[in-house]
């Protein structure tokens, strides 16, 4: 007995046939519809105006982001000169105000330096309890430097500093004097205690004793003094010459 399974029928085969035709047909309308519309002039002009409009568009949107960007950009620009501009003033007022400061402080110094004008410090003297200095003083300038004052010639001293300072542990004499008269004539003939212990000096201020004390370790120098508060250096150059000059600042020792 044959089997029905593996069997075409006629029907079956014609339908398979037509539906194969239609395919065929349809894609043959289809590829001749493409082809006509392609070749169709209004078609590519629609295209082609559809495609310009879309890139018109997409460019303008574009430009508008970079128009935001370049104004955004131009405000920071200004935003950043201003700025400058700014740290510029503020770098020379703080440059002005270093200036006044420095010469300020070198006003006060001087000022205070004035105001010991008449002063003078001794160091060397042993020192005993219940001691008088003005007794002490007058005593060492009437036997040492030849010099005769009255009681009223000194205005007033006492001992300063902390014991030691002339390294054997006794503490200098602050002296002030009554008139700049006396004051001088010490200081002319101090040159008589070279060789002692004992040493006078002016009374300096803080900043002009580290000037001097400076001045003296700078390899230029060959001796330095000072005379009412004003710092001489003797200076010797390349070339062998000597010339005084006056130490007012750091920066005249920087320019020996």
């Not at 000059?245 to 020996?256: F, G, K």
Request: charge should be positive; hydrophobic fraction near 35%.
């Amino acid at each position: 007995m044959a089997s029905r399974s593996t069997r075409k029928t006629p029907a079956v085969t014609r339908q398979r046939k037509d539906a194969a035709n239609r395919d065929e047909t349809v894609a043959e309308v289809s590829t001749l519809v493409t082809d006509g519309l392609l070749k169709s002039d209004k078609l590519r002009e629609l295209i082609h105006q559809t495609v310009t409009n879309a890139i018109e568009t997409k460019l303008e949107s574009l430009i508008d982001r970079l128009d935001t960007q370049e104004a955004r950009l131009f405000e920071l620009e200004q935003q950043l000169e201003h700025k400058e501009q700014e740290i510029r003033y503020l770098a020379g007022q703080v440059q002005g105000a270093c200036g006044n400061l420095a010469e300020q402080k070198i006003v006060l110094n001087d000022l205070e330096q004035y105001s010991r004008r008449i002063n003078i410090r001794i160091s060397g003297i042993a020192e005993t309890p219940e001691e008088k200095t003005d007794e002490t003083v007058r005593k060492l300038l009437d036997e040492k430097l030849g010099i005769t004052i009255a009681e009223e010639a000194i205005d007033r001293s006492h001992r300063v500093g902390k014991p030691g300072q002339d390294g054997r542990g006794h503490r200098e004499i602050l002296v002030k004097f009554a008139s700049t008269r006396t004051k001088v004539a010490v200081m002319k003939a101090r040159r008589q205690l070279k060789g002692t212990s004992v040493v006078i000096r002016e009374d300096l201020t803080a900043e002009n004793m580290k000037l001097l004390n400076r001045t003296r370790r700078h390899e230029k120098v060959k001796s330095c003094w000072t005379i009412d508060g004003r710092i001489i250096a003797m200076v010797t150059d390349t070339n062998g010459i000597e010339r005084k000059v006056n130490i007012r600042r750091h920066r005249d020792i920087d320019h020996l």
